[in-house]
């Protein structure tokens, strides 16, 4: 098992930025992939970011040279910088460890207000 705790989200206007981290516990060592996703109200859950413990990144294209996912393994935590928010980003952002059969955060809203 591996449990993820998200923090960070909140309220921010159009331009702003947040940072969020997701710190893993328990069996991490078999975590390879890690990752934010984001559902907005009446919408799915969708790919924000991925990185590999090897470091290899995915970007949805809609974040693209705006987000920055990064890692330390040492931490065990995976960070997201969020710059230039715009309001269609406002969601709540999910932290995932392997992909959508995997582990899953308790979620953090961001709110971004025009």
């Known amino acids: 098992q591996v449990q993820l705790v998200e923090s960070g989200g909140g309220l921010v206007q159009a331009g702003g930025s947040l940072r969020l981290s997701c710190a893993a516990s328990g069996s991490i060592y078999s975590t390879n992939t890690m990752g934010w996703y984001r559902q907005a109200p009446g919408k799915q859950r969708g790919l924000v970011a991925t990185?590999?413990?090897?470091?290899?990144?995915n970007y949805a294209d809609s974040v693209k040279g705006r987000f920055t996912i990064s890692r330390d393994n040492t931490k065990n935590t995976v960070y997201l910088q969020m710059d230039s928010l715009k309001p269609e980003d406002t969601a709540v952002y999910y932290c995932?460890?392997?992909?959508?059969?995997?582990?899953w955060g308790q979620g953090t809203q961001v709110t971004v207000s025009s």
């Open positions: 995932n460890a392997d992909g959508f059969m995997g582990y």
């Open positions: 990185m590999t413990r090897g470091g290899r990144t």
